[in-house]
């Protein structure tokens, strides 16, 4: 049973943004590394970006770098996935991840949400 639960997908025209949203069941563990992928139709789930919670550090795939965003709120228990100048490249479902390694491999990752989609219109 997931216990991350993301939203704020929807359909944007090509250079739009989106904000997801990934909430957790309680306050965000200083450990805790908290990641997003996406998977697109037909393709492998794919690394998008990590934010570790004990020292704030980030992390991001080459495509994000740059557009997209990683935060939280004042009571860390939601972390946001600011997106923007989006293309329809970037359509998939986009997944919120917990974890404990500073890592981009989705397999290192136990807690999963249900996915949120994004789709970008040309």
């Known amino acids: 049973q997931a216990q991350l639960t993301e939203s704020g997908g929807g359909v944007v025209q090509t250079g739009g943004s989106l904000r997801l949203s990934c909430v957790t069941p309680?306050?965000?563990?200083?450990?805790?590394?908290m990641a997003w992928f996406r998977q697109a139709a037909g393709k492998e789930r794919e690394f998008v970006g990590l934010?570790?919670?004990?020292?704030?550090?980030?992390k991001y795939a080459d495509f994000a770098e740059g557009r997209f965003t990683i935060s939280t709120d004042n009571p860390l228990n939601t972390v946001y996935l600011q997106m923007n100048n989006l293309d329809p490249g970037d359509t998939a479902l986009y997944y919120c991840a917990r974890g404990i390694q500073f890592s981009m491999d989705p397999s290192d990752y136990n807690t999963w949400g249900q996915g949120t989609q994004v789709t970008v219109s040309s």
């Open positions: 309680g306050r965000i563990y200083s450990s805790w590394v």
């Open positions: 934010w570790r919670r004990n020292t704030g550090r980030t």
